[in-house]
């Protein structure tokens, strides 16, 4: 995963304690004799007398020790800045320790002739600091506070609303109080009044805010116009590990103040007369029984994964199903060179996000832009077989496994070619028979980023599937984490359906495929 450090190194070119003779001069704010704020390339400088005489000699951990009198604060950590009764405060996000930042405040005051010098250098100031993310986001935060091992509402309070408050957010909180209450809410919004959902939970919350919204008879609109965001307070934190690079709580506010909107990929899934959207993974098998046969071993953490894994695979147990597949790209090479394309286009988020990607979906465009879900090319699970797809037995499967997202948990990268809005879902598959050395072998190689070309690993991007398990009356299905009944189910990806926000506008925080 990302690091959790959201600094980063001080620009080099500027020495001299931060000034340089080729910083233009509307860069440079000088008040009085002792300040001076100078915009960098990637940081604001600050030199100021005061900090050396106050015996500080790093203040805020933002700058090396031996320059007592100068601190380089990133832009990405800065939240605010204004001009208020005569005196400049600058709020920024500084290190309280190695996984947390916290609000910091610096105050300058300023003389009546300067404010409009002043003024225009704030505005600069914030430009730089957020580029293409939104400022003042509108926000919506649910607490879920059973979450994990409870510690939601704290973590909240402590890390997540004074961040946002520092960087000028509006809020407005509420705390779940039963499952399934955050679908009511998504679905009963007002999408005008918020820019992002901010889920403060596990994995769970996002996905009911993502099924709230594809209720409402605008769900294309509501799922183009609301990002849904993911403060990491459960056991199962992916979405903020794929999109926020980390599972701290406050350093997942941070990204998400400075987050880019991006449009996300979205799935079907049809089982009975039933429609569900799933924005993180669909599994049938030992991944499936991992995470939900554990459910009373939460108090484990993120242990429980490994425990309930290598408990099954002592047992070498496999999911007999029937499975059919609408493959897309069928070979290793040919998706690490997808990959590759993607990360490398440098397109502005603003040309990829919005309908412009809904109406590359011929789905999505056989109504209009403002209707509900869009229709279902393939048909649901109690159609016809699609033309073209094949049932095929796989009498010995061990894992079937299913992503829209790389990282399942914080350093289980089990789909390293996963892209946020590339139109395709990433399937892996694997044969139960497989002897116990190879699985060990397989989970150790998730977390070191080998996975993805180990021999046993059959690895497509596909478009839908239908998957009918057998010779078994019950058994785990897992969607996004939450369990479904155990019956044959069907899915199919629709392109940027739904929004979220990242760090870089279109790729997911996790590394590729080597």
Known sequence: MATDNPFVDPNPSFEDHGRTSSSPADATLALGRNVTLSLGTDSLIVLDESFENSGR??????????????????????LWAELLDSELTIQFASQAAKKRVQAATLSYPVEYQMVELVN???????????????????????????????????????????????????????????QGEAVEIAEKMDIEAYDVVVTCSGDGLAHEVFNGLGKRADARKALSKIAVAHVPCGSGNAMSCNLNGTDSASVATLAIIKGIPTPLD????????????????????????????TEHLRWMGPMRFNYGFLIRLARKMVYPCDIAVKVAIDDKPSIREHYRREKSNDEPASERRGYKNLLDDDASASSGSDDGLPALRYGTINDKLPAGWELIPHD??????????????????????????????????????????????????????????????????????????KDQEDGYISIDGERVPFQPFQTEVHKGLGTVLSKTGHMYEAPGPV
């Open 120 to 178: 225009q250098w704030v505005a600069r100031l914030l430009d730089r600091s957020y580029g293409e993310s939104q400022k003042r986001k509108r926000v919506k935060a649910l607490v879920n506070p059973h979450s994990g091992k409870g510690s939601a509402e704290k973590w909240y309070y402590r890390d997540v609303e004074p961040l946002l408050k520092a960087a000028q957010s509006t809020i407005e909180m509420v705390k779940t109080r039963h």
């Open 57 to 78: 000699s790093n203040c805020c951990n933002l700058w090396p020790s031996g320059i007592a009198n100068t601190r380089a604060i990133p832009f990405y950590n800065i």
């Open 396 to 469: 010995k499967m061990g894992n079937f496994y299913c992503g829209n997202m790389a990282y399942m948990t914080g350093d289980a990268n089990f789909f390293p070619a996963a892209l946020p809005n590339d139109g395709y879902m990433d399937l892996v598959c694997i044969n139960g028979d497989i002897s116990r050395l190879t699985a060990v072998q397989m989970m150790l190689n998730v977390e070191s980023n080998k996975f993805f070309d180990m021999p046993g690993v059959w690895y497509r991007k596909i478009l839908g599937y239908r998957i009918i398990p």
């Open 266 to 293: 979205l799935i079907s899934v049809t089982q009975g007369d039933t429609r569900t959207l799933s924005f993180l993974s669909q599994s049938v098998g030992i991944v499936a029984e991992t995470d939900l046969a």
